[in-house]
């Protein structure tokens, strides 16, 4: 069964740093896009960053770009998102999510425009 | 940027119901829709706009193409009732997600 587990979430003051991990299971990790999306109290999903399969692409918004850096183990099934500079703003449930692999074109290539395996999240409160 | 319309529809189940989301620009068929339940995390329902994702029921379809999209729901389950979400992909940022819209009974 495919899975993700994120962990690391907590209260942390303004300016400080967190650092979430998230764990894979059921299936082939390094064949993924893997995303970070989260969820600030009672409004709308902001994806935020992604990391190729490979991890040699990896893409901010401009909300986390220079605070936040995404990275991956796929020795060990693992993603995780190394948050610095964390802000009120940045309070919200995360979520890790698998990039659905799609094929399309000739010759074929994928593509992974869409998140369809997640997380439950792990929710990161800054205040002081 | 996406939007989505209504913000809330009420709806009782058996109803059919019919979701919005409009693009600012053209997204191709690039487009999903996500469900969320209270305390949950989304669940992928389409993508491509008209394509269901694994396991999604008959009921659930997806239309749509360039700037408007719909998501139909048939006849309302009870466990329907929920948040719903889509998402694009875009030139910047590459995935962006519309506001969303409450399904209430």
Redesign the interface.
């Known amino acids: 069964q495919e899975q993700l587990v994120e962990s690391g979430g907590g209260l942390v003051k303004p300016g400080g740093s967190l650092r979430l991990s998230c764990a894979a299971s059921g299936f082939t990790f390094k064949d993924y896009y893997m ?1 970070w999306i989260r969820q600030a109290p009672g409004k ?5 960053s ?1 990391i190729s399969g490979a991890a040699t692409t990896t ?1 901010y ?2 909300s986390v770009k220079g605070r936040f850096t995404i990275s991956r183990d796929n020795a060990k099934n693992s993603l995780f998102l190394q948050m610095n500079s964390l802000g009120v703003e940045d309070t919200a449930v995360y ?1 890790c999510a698998r990039n ?1 692999r ?1 094929m399309a074109g000739n010759p074929p290539y994928y593509y992974f ?4 395996v ?4 792990t929710t990161v409160t800054v205040s002081s | 940027v996406l939007t989505q319309s209504p913000v809330t529809l009420s709806l009782s189940p058996g109803d059919r119901a019919t979701l919005s989301c409009r693009a600012s620009q053209s997204v191709g068929d ?1 487009l ?1 829709w ?1 469900q ?1 339940k209270p305390g ?5 329902l389409i ?2 706009a008209s394509k269901r ?2 396991g999604v029921p008959a009921r659930f379809s997806g239309s749509g193409s360039g700037t408007d999209f719909t998501l139909t729901i048939s006849s309302l389950e009870p466990e329907d009732f929920a948040v719903y ?1 889509c ?1 694009q ?1 875009g030139d910047w ?8 819209t409450k399904l209430e009974i």
């Open positions: 995303s709308g999903l902001e994806w935020f992604y893409y918004a401009d979520y659905l799609l425009y869409y998140m369809d997640w997380g439950k999240g | 690039y999903g996500y969320q949950q995390a989304p669940r992928l993508f491509d994702a694994a979400f998402q992909r940022p590459p995935y962006t997600f519309g506001q969303g």
